[in-house]
């Protein structure tokens, strides 16, 4: 991707404070550990172990998880209308909860949701607290979608691209977004009409210049530090990510 010159901006990843922004604790992989319902009906799933996360804290800067050695996907602006169409808004959204214990679950859910075809297009809101886990989820599907070696968060920049054989990807932190004319200087509008994934950390930041996402993921951290999660569709393509991922 040729990155479009512009000011740096400092956004605010979720991961910069060390081990207490964590999810601590960490437990078994599970392929679904959580409580998964509608929010008009019961919990359909119960957790199969609820493990404690005030027993340690998971350090940040694991050995895989640090700063990224990719170059940028080129840009791709072909294809524009098919891009919007794919986040047109849908009558009714549909929304489910799940709890994370521990950066396991963390993990588990990202590889379910890496796994799904749709995701390949779609695009993620990310909403939560500083320290929520919200960059620390994103590294943990960037290494289930197969991105290798060091990985950073939009800490210093506004976007990180990563790419794979087959599949670009845009990283987004808003923390820091305040001004309207960077958002078609920098190109972002050509991004989001372009193929691929897009993940974006602080999207309240940037109101009224993202498209409707399909998927929204908010993290609210308990007092016990689990993770209480709640995953809404807005899209065909968000409904697949949901009934997918959170099934």
Avoid at 20 to 30: K, V
Wanted: hydrophobic share 40%; proline share 4%.
């Amino acid at each position: 991707m040729r990155r479009t010159a512009r000011h740096i901006v400092h956004a605010c990843g979720d991961d910069t404070h060390g081990a207490r922004h964590q999810l601590g604790g960490a437990g078994a992989l599970q392929a679904v550990r959580g409580h998964v319902g509608h929010f008009a009906v019961e919990t359909v799933v119960k957790p199969l172990r609820q493990s404690g996360l005030g027993g340690g804290h998971v350090h940040t800067r694991h050995a895989n998880l640090g700063k990224s050695q990719f170059a940028g996907p080129s840009l791709n602006t072909g294809n524009q209308l098919d891009a919007v169409e794919r986040h047109l808004p849908i009558v009714g959204s549909t929304a489910r909860t799940l709890v994370w214990t521990s950066e396991d679950d963390t993990g588990a859910f990202a590889a379910r949701l890496a796994a799904l075809p749709a995701l390949r297009n779609a695009f993620i809101e990310l909403h939560g607290d500083l320290g929520a886990g919200k960059t620390t989820f994103v590294r943990h599907l960037l290494r289930a979608l197969g991105i290798a070696g060091r990985i950073k968060s939009p800490t210093y920049a506004v976007v990180e691209p990563h790419e794979t054989a087959d599949l670009q990807i845009w990283h987004f932190d808003f923390y820091r977004f305040s001004d309207p004319r960077e958002w078609e200087e920098a190109g972002f509008r050509d991004i989001f009409a372009s193929p691929g994934l897009k993940l974006a950390e602080w999207p309240e930041k940037a109101a009224g210049q993202l498209p409707t996402a399909d998927l929204a993921l908010t993290i609210d951290t308990m007092a016990d530090e689990s993770r209480h999660i709640t995953l809404t569709a807005h899209t065909p393509t968000g409904h697949a990510l949901l009934d997918g991922a959170a099934a």
